[in-house]
């Protein structure tokens, strides 16, 4: 007898899944993401009544098909893991749609309890559920939660184990479609059964009818003459309902999903609090929504920054105050000074890790779980499509312009891999704080505030054209927005902080050894006297194509660790800190520099960010084409400059 | 001006106000991209499958989404997305515009 058990937990998004795994298993989690994916994934374990019992949270899904990667992942996981039970999390007071998912989930023939979660918000919009007779039609156990309190949660978890240990076998529950539908699937299904596929037979058969390439490519090898059988069905399913079989199955399902929530559901009247209407009507109001939103926004951004910056401060007060003690103890030589870079590093991880992404990441969940970013894409969808995005990516873009880490972060909460790979590489060109100082404390203060503004708006014409030639480029379908708008409700608090705590460990994981390599490897160029020749390696890049002073090659090495040292950096080289001064660092050249600085590549930290978010291969991409980018960019405006400016 | 009874009118969701409802009677696969009829899929598996019953509750503006009841559930979805989902409505000629 097995003592550990597997169970998956799936269903729509917004259904309180997190919830749940967040509290069946507390401080045992391990966040990651699928191997090759941009899709987060969630594992966990919990210990109850003698069981090791293995959680993972599957993406929030509508349906089964193969369209979205998410929908890819939790059909194979479920197919090719074998998860002992599936929970499937349904919210009570959208019983239907929900219901739409489940009829599919069951077909994957895996034994199945169905969370029936929040009852109580059901019962609020006037909603009883009858659970007895959901049990009977479904042939799959259901239990009522309210998993912010966790209610029902424990009655979820013996069930689970009185399934695992019976071994339940859903297969033969599965609810039938129309007669005609039917009676085509089941003579599929009997020509699938001792196929050997790894898919259920009836699953297999609804797959082939709607023309799924993952399913077909798995029958195709083994029997290709059933393709063209189930083509033919398909056709005739096709003939006789007026319209292509997918639909006709999509629509027979939802028939059924109705009637069975009809014959479940009682709707008595309502007991909306007034509060929450007006506030959901305000906030996506054609005329107030805008100005509420900004002004959350910039609360937000305002919050995230200065806790963030105070906190930074602080700490880095603290630090380099151990510099001078490190100093003397290790009497300096370059060992010392290597183990202090490596320290530097982590203590830069620090002051940008936790002082920033701790609230970042909670206000974002914050915004998330009460639904108001729903209300956000809601608004700036029609902005946000000119670059090829939809609303949601507005947050994460207005991060950007704080810090790019939170912001790479933030593209979290896009829907699809292709959306949030976009997102992320769009948002690394957003000037960070950090560049702002480089714009503001060059252009800014030499050329005048206008210049400033005027690099801004450069910038956001640049983004938008790459967002635009991304979307493009990049295969998949194309961006729309099709969402959920759930109704408000208060966020979780605890499920909160252990998302926040343990996304924040995850990062700090991918972060602090690159950190600390980056740190370490620029202060042995420095060591080894290797400065000079790099930088005269580099002239015919800074010097002969973007015109710039031989060492301003140093400032944009070290850069890559920190942006807003460039400055400094660059009065340290020239020993002066009115740049004008600097021979051949004319206006030309300083607008040429800041370009430059803004584009040629994240930062360090971003780029971590940016692997955590998005993969190696992918950050190691954008990378390189920041850096081709910024310097094509920076040799055509200074050519350009100079014709027009003389 | 003679046929002042209520007639059944298929306009694209957009053309819908505020608070109207309507049964939705086809989605036009989108052309050109892809395999096609992606969307028009994603579409119906949220709910919104030929005849369904539809309520617009709101649009954003600037030629943003539209919000729609279905199916007990509220839906967001992008203009030009609502453009291709055909619902058949009542309107007597008179209100019609």
Redesign the interface.
């Known amino acids: 007898m097995a003592k550990t058990i597997k169970v998956a937990l799936a269903g729509n998004a917004n259904v309180g899944k997190s919830v749940i795994f967040n509290y069946l298993t507390g401080l045992h989690q391990h966040i990651g993401n699928w191997p090759g994916k941009t899709v987060e994934k969630a594992e966990g374990t919990l210990h109850f009544r003698g069981y090791t019992i293995d959680i993972i949270d599957l993406p929030g899904i509508y349906s089964l098909s193969a369209y979205s990667i998410e929908e890819q992942i939790t059909r194979n996981y479920i197919v090719m893991e074998k998860p002992d039970v599936v929970i499937n999390v349904i919210d009570a007071s959208t019983l239907e749609r929900n219901l739409y998912f489940t009829l599919q989930l069951i077909e994957l023939g895996r034994p199945m309890i169905i969370a029936l979660n929040q009852v109580d918000q059901a019962a609020k919009k006037g909603i009883h559920i009858d659970i007895k007779k959901l049990e009977e039609i479904l042939g799959v156990p259901v239990i009522p939660t309210i998993a912010i309190k966790g209610v029902g949660i424990y009655q979820l978890m013996e069930k689970v184990i009185e399934i695992a240990r019976k071994g339940i076998n859903t297969q033969n529950n599965y609810v039938k479609l129309g007669r005609e539908i039917e009676e085509r699937i089941e003579r599929l299904v009997k020509l699938i059964e001792g196929l050997g596929l790894r898919y259920p037979a009836r699953y297999a058969a609804i797959k082939l009818l709607e023309g799924d390439e993952e399913v077909e490519n798995e029958v195709n090898k083994l029997n290709p003459a059933l393709i063209m059988v189930a083509r033919q069905l398909a056709k005739e399913i096709e003939s006789i309902e007026g319209r292509p079989c997918g639909e006709a199955i999509i629509a027979e399902r939802y028939e059924k999903a109705c009637n069975i929530a009809r014959e479940v559901e009682s709707i008595t009247s309502p007991a909306r609090t007034k509060l929450i209407e007006k506030l959901d009507e305000l906030t996506i109001h054609k005329l107030w929504g805008y100005p509420i939103m900004i002004s959350l926004l910039l609360i937000m951004f305002y919050t995230i920054f200065t806790v963030g910056g105070y906190i930074s401060d602080l700490l880095n007060a603290l630090f380099y105050n151990g510099q001078t003690l490190f100093n003397s103890i290790s009497r300096a030589g370059p060992i010392g000074e290597l183990f202090w870079s490596a320290a530097e590093g982590i203590i830069a991880g620090i002051t940008v890790v936790f002082p920033y992404l701790v609230p970042l990441y909670i206000v974002l969940y914050l915004l998330e779980d009460s639904g108001y970013i729903s209300r956000v894409a809601f608004l700036m969808d029609s902005l946000m499509h000119r670059m090829g995005l939809h609303g949601k990516a507005f947050i994460p873009l207005l991060l950007g312009y704080g810090c790019n880490v939170p912001a790479c972060i933030g593209c979290r909460i896009l829907e699809t891999q292709r959306e949030r790979t976009i997102a992320t590489f769009i948002v690394t060109l957003v000037p960070c704080a950090a560049r702002t100082i480089i714009i503001l404390s060059l252009v800014g203060k030499f050329l005048g505030i206008e210049y400033a503004l005027a690099i801004y708006i450069f910038n956001l014409a640049i983004i938008f054209l790459l967002g635009r030639i991304a979307f493009k480029a990049l295969p998949g379908e194309p961006t729309a927005l099709i969402m959920e708008m759930h109704e408000y409700r208060m966020p979780h608090v605890k499920t909160v902080l252990k998302q926040t705590w343990f996304r924040i460990f995850e990062f700090i994981k991918i972060a602090f050894p690159l950190i600390v390599l980056g740190s370490v490897a620029i202060k042995m160029i420095e060591l080894f006297g290797l400065t000079g020749p790099i930088v005269a390696a580099l002239s015919p890049i800074t010097v002969s194509w973007l015109g710039l002073p031989m060492m301003t090659g140093i400032t944009l090495i070290f850069g890559i660790l920190r942006k807003e040292l460039m400055v400094i950096l660059l009065s340290t080289i020239f020993g002066t800190s009115n740049f004008l001064d600097i021979q051949g660092f004319g206006p030309i050249n300083m607008i040429v520099f800041t370009v430059v600085a803004m584009f040629y590549i994240p930062c360090i930290s971003t780029i971590a960010a940016l692997i955590k978010e998005i993969g190696w291969k992918k950050a190691f991409l954008i990378t390189i084409f920041e850096i081709f980018f910024a310097i094509l960019l920076g040799g055509i405006v200074y050519r350009f400059l100079r014709i027009i400016l003389g | 001006m003679n046929n002042s009874d209520e007639n059944k009118k298929r306009v694209s969701l957009t053309e819908l106000r505020a608070g109207e409802s309507g049964t939705v009677v086809a989605i036009i696969p ?1 052309h050109g ?2 395999r096609g ?11 919104i ?4 019953r539809i309520t617009v509750i ?1 649009s ?6 539209i ?1 729609v009841l279905v ?11 609502a453009e291709r989902i055909i619902v058949e409505v009542y309107r007597s000629n008179g209100k019609d515009d």
């Open positions: 989108s991209r892809g009829c992606g969307h028009a899929r994603r579409i119906m598996e949220m709910g499958t030929p005849g369904t709101g954003a503006p600037f030629h943003g989404p919000e199916r007990g559930s509220r839906i967001v979805v992008g203009r030009g997305i």
